[in-house]
Each structure stands twice: as structure tokens, then as C-alpha cells.
């Protein structure tokens, strides 16, 4: 049974970081590639960034530049590090296996920017 927690969100003025984490309760999450999500009011969860088994990551044109994805497969842990947070970065943040997802979906962590 999978079971995933985000956490880290929070309110930010525009310009700063966040780092979000996710706790994975999953047997041999080494082996998956995981990947960040987000899901603004109105639109539809879209890929952040991802990281695969063996450490390579990518991020979504949309943050490239402020975005940087990192695992810890012993504390079975994904991190997102968003810097230069805009506005558009509001969402509700997720983590979940890449490209498929698992059905389970864990609460999410919400991160507002703004003034």
C-alpha cells in the first residue's frame, strides 16, 4: 500500500524559496522514478520536475533555472527546492511515481505566492 506526505508549503512573497518534501512509504522506492506536481486553481496537475532511479533529473520549462529536484532513497524521501518563487508558481503540490502515477495521491502541500 502506497501512502505518500507532502509537506513544506507555505505563503511566500514573490522572489523567494521553498524546499518541499515528501515522505514515501512504498517498497523499493529506489527503483521508481519520482516526479513533482502541481495543480493550480482551475487548471489541470502538470510535471514540475522529475528524478529517475539513478539521480537525473529534469524540470518543467516553467521553473528551469529555479528548480532543483533531489532524492533520498534510504529515508525514502523526494525534495523540491523552488527558488525565485513567482505568483504563477501557486499551487497545490504533489509527489507521486513518474510517468505513471500510483492511484494514491497524498494530501498535497500548498504554496502561495504573494505579496
Known amino acids: 500500500q502506497v501512502q505518500l506526505v507532502e509537506s513544506g508549503g507555505g505563503l511566500v512573497q514573490p522572489g523567494g524559496s521553498l524546499r518541499l518534501s515528501c515522505a514515501a512509504s512504498?517498497?523499493?522506492?529506489?527503483?521508481?522514478?519520482m516526479a513533482w506536481y502541481r495543480q493550480a486553481p482551475g487548471k489541470q496537475r502538470e510535471v514540475v520536475a522529475v528524478?529517475?532511479?539513478?539521480?537525473?533529473?529534469n524540470c518543467a520549462d516553467s521553473v528551469k533555472g529555479r528548480c532543483t529536484i533531489s532524492r533520498d532513497n534510504a529515508k525514502k524521501m523526494t525534495y523540491l527546492q523552488l527558488n525565485s518563487l513567482k505568483p504563477e508558481d501557486t499551487a497545490v503540490y504533489y509527489c507521486?511515481?513518474?510517468?505513471?502515477?500510483?492511484?494514491?495521491w497524498g494530501q498535497g502541500t500548498q504554496v502561495t505566492v504573494s505579496s
Open positions: 507521486n511515481k513518474h510517468p505513471r502515477s500510483w492511484d494514491y
Open positions: 512504498v517498497m523499493l522506492f529506489r527503483l521508481y522514478d
Open positions: 528524478i529517475s532511479s539513478g539521480g537525473s533529473t
